[in-house]
């Protein structure tokens, strides 16, 4: 049995005092001996921690009390070893970054694509007047998404906006938008809908809850998360691997940072390249002074970086 869980989830519910909330919220986590990283908003809320059963427990039925919280779904896996190494909260404008210039433009606690359980989204899902829409970036859909799901070119889920023109063309479909735990759609559903698009849905509870309760059917390759198990198996059903290693072409799904934190991209690796490599993307990578000794997880914990170097392009997402 796991003695450990990740639990994944996130809540649209207006927090007057969301900075003090924070503050206070930090330490209740680090009280119960939880690690991850939660995002406060005056939106709402937005983690995944990770701790003992009985610490993410006592932090599921805590935040359950919460009346501003109290529909809020979690998403549970079971793990060897706890999903983080530290705890982090943070205050930010919204709790999933839109990338609009006023995020007040959409308010997903008024005006949303309909939610579609997991099992409704795979009865629609293969219709003709269907069309599926990833919402997620290129280093998530890359090593994992729906067959015939159509994707953006985006690197960050706040690309997204500007990318809507490109779905013009299917604007008399029914559009199922999906992402990692259901967040990010909670946005896109809502900006569909405010530029005209008039039959939109969304994966309620995302690729992850999709995996749990229908099996994962139809999703190939795995789904990337924002901890350091980096990706999670989804598809019980007809599982396929789509990902192919940067550096030789070789078919994998295994997902790294580079070792050079200055680069830090996320790709996929095969393991054979990764020793030749020392979980490098490139030679010049390989011979960064700086490099980090690669372990064979790619997984790294964030050090502080110097300013004006290309910064960490992990979203605080999901
Ligand atoms: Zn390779
Ligand atoms: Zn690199």
């Known amino acids: 049995m796991a003695k450990y869980n990740t639990i994944l989830y996130y809540c649209y519910s207006t927090i007057a005092e969301g900075e003090q909330f924070a503050a206070d919220h930090l330490k209740f986590c680090k009280g119960l ?9 005056d939106e709402g ?7 003992t059963e009985e610490a993410c427990k006592a932090y599921m039925e805590a935040v359950h009390a919460d009346e501003r919280f109290a529909k809020t779904e979690f998403k549970v896996d079971e793990v060897d070893t706890p999903s983080f190494v530290k705890m982090h909260v943070r205050y930010k404008s919204e709790i999933v970054h839109s990338g609009l210039r006023d995020p007040n433009m959409i308010n997903p606690q008024i005006q949303t694509g309909k939610h579609l ?5 795979m009865a629609m899902k293969d219709r003709d007047d269907v069309v599926i829409l990833d919402v997620r970036s290129n280093y998530e859909h890359s090593l994992g998404k729906f067959k015939n799901a159509v994707t953006l070119d985006i690197e960050n889920f706040r690309d997204f906006p500007a990318k809507i023109n490109e779905l013009a063309q299917y604007k008399d479909k029914k559009i199922l938008t999906y992402c990692t735990g259901g967040i990010k759609c909670e946005k896109a559903s809502a900006l ?4 005209g698009f008039t039959d939109v849905y969304q994966l309620h509870g995302g690729i992850i809850k999709y995996g749990k309760e229908a099996g994962g059917k139809d999703f190939d390759g795995k789904c990337y998360v924002f901890d350091n198990r980096l ?3 989804v598809n019980s059903v007809n599982p396929v691997v789509i990902s192919t290693c940067f550096n030789c072409g070789t078919v994998t799904h295994k997902m790294i940072n580079c070792a050079n ?3 830090n991209e996320h790709f996929t690796q095969c393991d054979a390249c990764g020793e030749k490599l020392d979980g490098c993307c490139s030679d010049a990578c390989q011979s960064h002074p700086r490099k980090r000794v690669y ?3 790619g997984y790294y914990v964030k050090v502080p970086q110097p300013v004006n170097v290309k910064k960490d392009k992990l979203e605080l997402a999901e």
Do not use: M
């Open 33 to 41: 001996g939880l690690t991850g990283r939660i995002i406060v908003a």
């Open 295 to 297: 372990d064979g997880t």
């Open 261 to 263: 934190p200055e680069c």
């Open 192 to 195: 569909l809908l405010h530029e």
């Open 231 to 233: 990706s999670v198996d």
């Open 45 to 51: 809320l937005n983690g995944t921690v990770s701790g």
């Open 117 to 121: 359980e997991p099992v409704d989204f």
